[in-house]
């Protein structure tokens, strides 16, 4: 396991040590950690994958509100 060091303003740290009181804080630490590589990931993703509309978009021919109103409503009842 490694030991990680951070500089945190001193009423974050007092806020958090009073919050997770009594709590494993190395744990709580370690799943925030997770969480905010999650959440870049994601974001990444999202981002990639908004590219790519984007790029498919853009090499597609427009298409008429009249066209878009047709496709809504070819299949329904």
Do not use: H, W, Y
Request: one cysteine or more.
């Amino acid at each position: 396991m490694a030991t990680v060091n951070f500089s945190v303003p001193e009423d974050v740290k007092a806020a958090f040590d009073q919050t997770f009181a009594g709590s494993n804080k190395s744990a709580i630490l370690t799943g925030l950690m997770r969480k905010a590589i999650e959440d870049v990931e994601r974001q990444r993703r999202r981002e990639q994958a908004t590219r790519a509309i984007i790029e498919e978009r853009d090499g597609s021919d427009p298409v008429s509100c009249e066209r878009l109103d047709q496709a809504r409503r070819a299949g329904r009842p």
